[in-house]
């Protein structure tokens, strides 16, 4: 079993950039695919960006080109880099990870990110 632990959440105002960190820990040591889910109170969950073990990059529409997702594969963390942020941004931002084998899909306890002035 994995456990998820975000950080990196809080208040920025528009404009500003902020950075996420998620790091995977337990007994399942390779993780497939890792990213950032986000959700606001009344909506469904919105993808924010994907990154497999070789690199590839999936990155949501309405982040795209503002956004930039990382992951070390040994330590098993990830990253998410967002800037220009907006009020749009605000919401509670989830870490994901998948593993293929056995289809094991686990979450972290998800950190708030608010943009406001």
């Known amino acids: 079993q994995v456990q998820l632990v975000e950080s990196g959440g809080g208040l920025v105002q528009p404009g500003g950039s902020l950075s996420l960190s998620c790091a995977a820990s337990?007994?399942?040591?390779?993780?497939?695919?890792m990213g950032w889910y986000r959700q606001t109170p009344g909506k469904a969950r919105e993808l924010v960006a994907l990154?497999?073990?070789?690199?590839?990059?999936s990155i949501g529409n309405s982040v795209k080109g503002r956004s930039t997702i990382s992951r070390d594969n040994a330590k098993n963390t990830v990253a998410l880099r967002m800037n220009s942020l907006k009020s749009g941004d605000t919401a509670v931002y989830y870490c994901?990870?998948?593993?293929?084998?056995?289809?094991?899909?686990?979450w972290g306890q998800g950190t708030q990110v608010t943009v406001s002035s």
């Open positions: 994901n990870a998948f593993v293929l084998k056995g289809v094991e899909n686990y």
């Open positions: 990154i497999d073990r070789d690199g590839s990059t």
């Open positions: 337990g007994s399942v040591f390779t993780i497939d695919v």
